[in-house]
């Protein structure tokens, strides 16, 4: 390692950058995780996880013991009529309900102690050809054979490699939280997805540290310019009415520290990740709306990849790198950005179908199979595809 201090140097510790630094130790490498905030930092706290990032980390030697609720997942109509179910065989009852705070401990728990480095802040990027050379705010450099970014929506990493690519704002906003308290009339082991002619209104079963609990939301077409409610349990319970189900008690019984707003936006999907040395994952490459429900499971699967591409490669030789990267970006690009587009174009169809097409649009999902044949049968199995081209193991 003459040329290079590290192997891989991730910057970002997100669940793309925890699942890349996990996945590059369980091939053999050195990694080091560089993270500008000065503590950890999970993004979040909703969480529903498929079958693809739970065989991912249960390879990168994560602890998956009770690590969430499997859930029966429901596509239903505000009434409770239902629309579609996931009914693929090979994926089980569909999500694990779990909490974002949860998973993020048990991967740095998996870590070697020294692999994140916090109040680290990248400020410029060279790629030698032999390494990478990274220089950071407090003057430090440090050379890298691999350059993993996995910094987020507003990436340094994708805008040295490729410029400005701006958010896409989608003019949605969520409100959602969780708590302990269940309602009599929620029915555990469920994950129930409901629309009206506006609104998203969700809630699932969450396992957290052995406690049953249940975490919910709301969404909502939201002017990505416009002001935040100001109290957000007030706004969440408006915009529950008319929802059948426990939604006015998980609102009220959620403790305020418990609810989360955020906007909705991603980015138009780049046709290229990687360069040279130097590649993205997660959000950098991928940010996704909510309505995929695979973000997160999606990042995890990068890291997964980049462990598995890079398992025997010698990192001094430069072809094999870019040639380990560009397998990578083979195996999750498409598979990503067609995620992607399907999440921006449902936010629009179920938030901003004018009237009354908005009227033709319910007809047809509620009196057709559409909706089961793509939400209950089409897109499960395209994830669960992914399974397929994982393989057994990193090293395998």
């Known amino acids: 390692m003459a040329d290079r201090d590290i192997d891989v140097a991730v910057i970002g510790g997100g669940s793309a950058g925890l699942a890349t630094a996990l996945a590059a130790v369980k091939a053999g490498l050195s990694a080091r995780i560089y993270e500008r905030y000065t503590h950890a930092r999970p993004a979040g706290t909703i969480l529903n996880l498929w079958a693809p990032p739970m065989h991912a980390l249960e390879c990168m030697g994560v602890n998956m013991e009770d690590v969430g609720a499997p859930c029966r997942s429901l596509f239903c109509k505000n009434t409770g009529a239902l629309r579609a179910e996931i009914t693929n065989p090979d994926i089980g009852p569909g999500f694990v309900g779990l909490l974002r705070p949860d998973l993020y401990a048990r991967m740095v728990d998996a870590l070697p102690d020294g692999v994140i480095e916090f109040n680290r802040n990248l400020t410029s990027i060279d790629d ?22 996995a910094d987020g929506i507003d990436s340094f990493v994708r805008k040295h490699l490729w410029g400005d690519n701006p958010r896409r704002n ?44 249940q975490q919910w939301w709301v969404l909502e077409s939201w002017p990505d310019a416009k002001e935040a ?22 609102i009220t019984s959620s403790p305020e520290s418990n609810l989360q707003r955020w906007s909705i936006r991603d980015h138009v999907p780049l046709k290229k990740w990687a360069r040279g040395r130097i590649s993205l994952a997660g959000d950098a490459a991928h940010a996704t709306s909510p309505y995929a429900g ?9 890291g997964y990849f980049i462990g598995q591409k890079l398992y025997g490669v010698d990192i001094s030789d430069t072809k094999a790198v870019e040639a380990a990267l560009a397998a990578y970006v083979t195996c999750q690009r498409d598979h990503t950005n067609k ?7 449902l936010g629009k169809l179920f938030h901003y179908t004018p009237f009354p097409l908005n009227i033709l649009r319910d007809a047809v999902l509620d009196w057709t199979p559409l909706m089961q ?23 395998a």
């Open 229 to 250: 409610p100001a109290d957000l349990r007030a706004h969440a319970l408006e915009k529950a009415q008319g929802f059948a189900g426990p939604f006015e008690e998980l």
């Open 294 to 302: 695979y973000g997160a499971g999606m990042s995890i699967c990068d």
């Open 170 to 213: 989608h003019d949605l906003a969520i409100i959602g939280g969780y708590t302990y308290n269940i309602p009599d009339e929620s029915k555990l082991g469920q994950c129930v997805i409901m629309h009206d002619r506006q609104v998203q209104a969700a809630y699932s079963t969450i396992l957290s540290n052995g406690r049953i609990g």
């Open 373 to 395: 044949w793509q939400m209950g049968e089409a897109n499960p199995k395209e994830i669960i595809a992914q399974l397929k081209v994982m393989g057994q193991g990193i090293t």
């Open 339 to 345: 995620q992607v587009n399907q999440a921006y174009m």
């Open 128 to 149: 030698k050809g032999s390494h990478v050379q990274l220089t950071f705010a407090d003057g430090a450099v440090v050379r890298a054979g691999v350059l993993i970014g």
